[in-house]
């Protein structure tokens, strides 16, 4: 009797407990993109200035310390339970401690902005550590590509999932203790009143981070105890994994393209709550605003995975990037309309449904086609994630960074009941001009892009036959022991 490998399907059970490990990146992201520099500007009070120091050294430190981990991931030895999830275990009770501190107002003014610059600095380090070996866990959980790509979708569906959660979380606890705008000059008892709701507002942001602590440890638990990670090659070395993967032409192209597209969604996000409260004067509504972009992109993953499938993963990216772009020249052009609003998230959650899955969706396309002309290298999958999710947080610090120094250079006013023209100015280029021009350049990128449907079907096929070439030598190489 001779004993045969088996090619095992990952359940839904597997699928779901690997998708939730998804959720604490997008729930803290979340919150921290669409909230945080409010906190920073109104609740912490910094100088705007301070504040897009803050924002931008704490993206750039978190994009300098991917390719780093990456390269640690790579090297760690395997353990009985795999390499990548000793990672996520040991990295998740510090990531919490550091983000419930990010969202603590000290008692002291001096030291404030390096308070907020270390725990900030540190969370992203310790999330860095968890996202790395989760993202690089895509292929080391099936060798199927159909398995992977199921698993992505489901991925991506929760993890969309998880950023309705965290913007319902953060948005509804923190609206419930919305301090009043300053009037100039303010009277004496509404400076008291003013002070008293911004104690409430303090606490707000700690109970709600407090929460989404609760949901991060949850969801690492989750992911630990609900998915086997299978032993994957001997890593390379890290310059010449570097070396190889930066110079795979369809890698560079892909990662540049959503690069652009990534850096103009998180325009739209670091500055869409600001611009509906300041410039559309709905200070009242804003966080159900962002409510309904997040359920959009939630309710339309399905239809993105079912789009992909049918027509093709490039004119999925070309359909989905562009579908807001109509919509943000209506925000602007438009006077003050709560319904066109509404309007108006809803259809830029559904192109953030898009840029969600799709990146991912693309990232195990690549690294076969990779496997098929680099068939002596091995160990490069942390490498190719590390770097992809590099770009993105550099883009996402660039972004924040640029929004909040250009406010500061607009005159913006701290929780000002009015905001000088030039802040309203400022916002609709954040919001509109500039996210749009990014789209499009990414758009032009993305074109050039070489793995269309033939050739993902044609790389598939090569590295099936190499897989079942694999088996048979190890089958043969096994007979002795295995007749009985």
């Known amino acids: ?66 390719p780093t981990i990456g390269f640690l991931v790579s090297r760690s030895p395997w353990t009985r339970i795999g390499r990548m999830l000793p990672w996520i275990i040991f990295s998740t009770p510090l990531a919490v401690i550091c983000y419930f501190l990010v969202w603590y107002v000290p008692s002291f003014e001096d030291g404030k902005v390096i308070w907020y610059l270390v725990f900030y600095c540190l969370f992203q380090t310790l999330q860095t550590c968890f996202h790395v070996p989760y993202s690089a866990l895509t292929m080391f959980i099936s060798d199927e590509q159909k ?68 949901m991060y440890v949850l969801c690492a638990v989750v992911l630990c105890f609900g998915v086997t990670e299978r032993k994957g090659e001997t890593p390379m070395s890290f310059w010449q994994g570097i070396r190889l993967v930066m110079g795979h032409g369809p890698y560079a192209k892909l990662v540049i393209g959503f690069l652009f597209t990534s850096l103009a969604f998180m325009l739209l996000e670091g500055n869409f709550a600001l611009f509906c409260s300041s410039t559309l004067g709905f ?48 925000v602007v ?67 924040l960074g640029v929004s909040t120094l250009s406010l500061d250079f607009a005159g913006y006013v701290t929780r000002g009941c009015t905001q000088p023209e030039n802040v309203g100015i400022t916002l609709k280029v954040l919001v ?22 033939k050739r993902r079907q044609d790389n598939r096929k090569k590295l099936q036959e190499q897989r079942d070439s694999e088996s048979d030598s190890d089958t043969d190489s096994s007979e002795p022991t295995n007749v009985v």
């Open 1 to 66: 009797l001779f004993q045969h490998s088996q090619r095992k399907q990952l359940s839904i059970c597997n699928k779901l407990c690997y998708a939730v490990g998804g959720a604490p990146y997008q729930i803290t992201g979340c919150a921290l993109g669409f909230f945080l520099q409010i906190y920073l500007l109104d609740v912490a009070q910094l100088d705007p200035f301070y504040a897009s120091i803050i924002l931008f050294v704490g993206r750039a430190w978190d994009a300098i310390t991917d």
């Open 432 to 453: 509109s001009a500039a996210p749009i021009g990014l789209l499009l350049i990414g758009l032009c990128i993305l074109y050039t892009y070489p793995i269309d449907e």
């Open 333 to 399: 052009c438009l006077k003050s309309n709560l319904v066109v609003t509404y309007i108006v998230s809803f259809m830029a959650g559904a192109s953030v449904g898009a840029a969600f899955l799709l990146p991912w969706s693309m990232l195990p396309d690549v690294v076969d086609d990779f496997k098929v002309n680099n068939q002596d290298s091995q160990g490069h999958e942390a490498i190719f994630y590390s770097f992809y999710v590099f770009f993105t947080k550099f883009a996402s610090g660039i972004s």
């Open 147 to 214: 398995e992977r790509d199921s698993a992505t979708a489901y991925r991506m569906t929760v993890e969309v999932l998880g950023t309705v959660i965290g913007t319902a979380v953060q948005g509804q606890i923190v609206g419930m203790a919305n301090a009043p705008c300053v009037p100039v000059p303010a009277s004496y008892s509404l400076s008291l009143v003013i002070s008293c709701s911004c104690a409430l507002q303090k606490n707000a942001y700690m109970i709600a981070s407090g929460v989404i602590c609760a």
């Open 283 to 330: 200070r009242n509504d804003f966080q159900n605003i962002l409510l309904v972009i997040m359920l959009a992109a939630t309710l339309t993953i399905p239809f993105w995975q079912w789009f992909l499938t049918r027509f093709g993963k490039k004119l999925a990216v070309y359909i989905g990037t562009s579908v807001v772009i109509p919509f943000l020249i209506l």
